[in-house]
């Protein structure tokens, strides 16, 4: 099949999307994947960069953008971002902590939306962010329920074991204290598909002082809720 249109450059420029679709790319990777040469690999990648269609991870790899979410919500296909605002806000007023929505994108998660705490201290994860998979209860929601082997490869170099793992599968949802961040814990829970494929994990985190060294006793309940409302949306 012949996926031109006859616009050599948008042509391109869909090629680098469609490769960064499957996780984050250095420059190199992003040249082997798509058959461009150097010079237009990097050329379009910064231009989608400047419209924030792609952007770079911690490592200076580029990845898919924010503006591509902000696009699927404005025009309703993406019903996952479409009903978290709502969604990730009563979480935020039942439980008074900062909420997210993250994403498993390659071997990271991506922040595609958020309800920050009105007041006080709080922990902000702003919209785009893209975090490890290696701490965090949202990371383990993300590989709980993916097969064996990328399971056993996920863990290694985690702050989490494969046993944690099997437990968030037992319990339906996860905790951290101290992963990703000194002094930080969260909770949170799977939003499935209409398949039940894992597709987004809704957390709740802030500070160890308010949440404690078992914060799912606190917001289990609310974050599970929230991650079943946002299911049934997508069920809809």
Same mark, same amino acid.
């Given at each position: ?51 924030? &269609? ?76 893209? &975090? ?105």
């Amino acid at each position: 099949m012949n996926n031109s249109s006859g616009v050599g450059v948008l042509d391109k420029a869909a090629l680098v999307l469609g490769a960064l679709e499957a996780g984050p790319l250095s420059l190199s990777d992003l040249v082997a994947v798509t058959g461009l040469s150097r010079p237009t690999a990097y050329r379009l990648a910064a231009a989608l960069e400047h419209h924030r &269609l792609v952007s770079r991870d911690l490592q200076g790899r580029f990845i898919i953008g924010p503006r591509c979410s902000e696009l699927a919500t404005a025009t309703g296909h993406d019903l996952l971002l479409t009903a978290a605002g709502p969604i990730l806000a009563g979480l935020r007023d039942r439980t008074g902590e900062s909420c997210q929505l993250y994403r498993r994108q390659g071997a990271h998660r991506v922040c595609i939306a958020a309800a920050d705490r009105r007041s006080g201290l709080l922990d902000s994860v702003p919209i785009g962010a893209v &975090l490890s998979m290696h701490a965090g209860s949202a990371a383990q929601v993300l590989l709980a329920w993916e097969d064996a082997d990328l399971v056993r490869r996920s863990v290694e170099g985690a702050r989490f074991d494969a046993p944690t793992l099997a437990g968030v599968r037992r319990r339906g949802w996860a905790q951290s204290v101290g992963e990703r961040e000194a002094g930080v814990a969260s909770v949170s829970a799977p939003v499935r598909d209409e398949r039940g494929k894992v597709v987004g994990a809704v957390s709740v985190s802030g500070p160890l002082e308010r949440l404690t060294k078992a914060p799912g006793r606190l917001h289990a309940t609310a974050v599970v809720g929230a991650a079943r409302a946002l299911t049934d949306a997508l069920s809809s």
